[in-house]
């Protein structure tokens, strides 16, 4: 009976193929001959070149076939056979670490600060408001849109913490979620106070600015986070 080799290519498992379809894809570049592979009776992936003779994965041309005959067929009942899972990179898995520190960060401290903030805001600024209408109304926006923000970052710190597999996905979601809020609820205050005197404006500007590079910051070291994090790679699997 013919072997059949599985391919681990391009972060996903590819496969089973026969020594000649192995061949035929080094030669045509789709995989290398270092890339990982497993065949029945082994426990572990290793280097297609380790598990397969040198010949057989120089890529040569097989001679013609002889006349009315055809490469044999992989039965059926052997393309569904188990193999063992890619290992992992060496390191901590689960949700601990840093990973625990995020979650900790979008179910606690970042709705205590958002909190605290407005809280502070609405008290500084309560006799402008009463001067200026179209002050409250940048204030309220900006109120809510947080208060969205916070409830979003519980739903996803809770899901994540709870083990759920799409951990990395919903993290990303909301990275990119409340960068885009932040810029936009800053660019609003920015219209709604425009024609307000300069000394005010300037200071409300510098503000809004510091709130949005502190997103912005916050959003490009967690994004990094997510992408590089060897914790984060071996409780989710390769990124696709």
């Not at 592979?37 to 994965?57: C, D, H, Q, Y």
């Not at 008290?123 to 109120?143: C, G, I, Q, W």
């Not at 005197?197 to 959003?219: D, H, I, L, Q, R």
Request: aromatic fraction near 14%.
């Amino acid at each position: 009976m013919k072997e059949l080799i599985h391919i681990y290519h391009d972060s996903h498992q590819e496969g089973p193929y026969t020594i000649a379809q192995v061949q035929e894809l080094i030669k045509n570049g789709s995989i290398a001959p270092f890339s990982l592979a497993w065949k029945e009776g082994m426990s572990e992936w290793l280097p297609l070149n380790r598990i397969v003779n040198a010949e057989e994965t120089a890529a040569v041309v097989p001679p013609p076939l002889p006349s009315g005959d055809a490469p044999p067929e992989i039965p059926e009942s052997r393309l569904y056979e188990k193999s063992p899972s890619v290992p992992a990179v060496a390191g901590p898995k689960g949700v601990g670490g840093w990973l625990l520190f995020f979650c900790i960060c979008l179910t606690i401290i970042g709705p205590i600060g958002y909190l605290a903030t407005l809280g502070n805001a609405w008290e500084e600024t309560k006799d402008v408001v009463k001067d200026y209408p179209s002050f409250r109304t940048a204030l309220l926006v900006t109120s809510i849109g947080c208060a969205i923000l916070a409830v979003y970052g519980i739903y996803i710190g809770c899901t994540i913490w709870g083990g759920s597999p799409n951990g990395r996905k919903l993290a990303k979601q909301f990275l990119l979620t409340s960068l885009v809020v932040s810029i936009g609820l800053t660019l609003f205050c920015f219209f709604a106070i425009r024609y307000f005197p300069t000394v005010f404006f300037n200071a409300m500007a510098v503000e809004y600015v510091k709130s949005t590079v502190g997103t912005c910051m916050w959003f490009f070291i967690w994004w990094s986070y997510f992408k590089k994090s060897k914790r984060v790679r071996n409780t989710y699997g390769p990124e696709l």
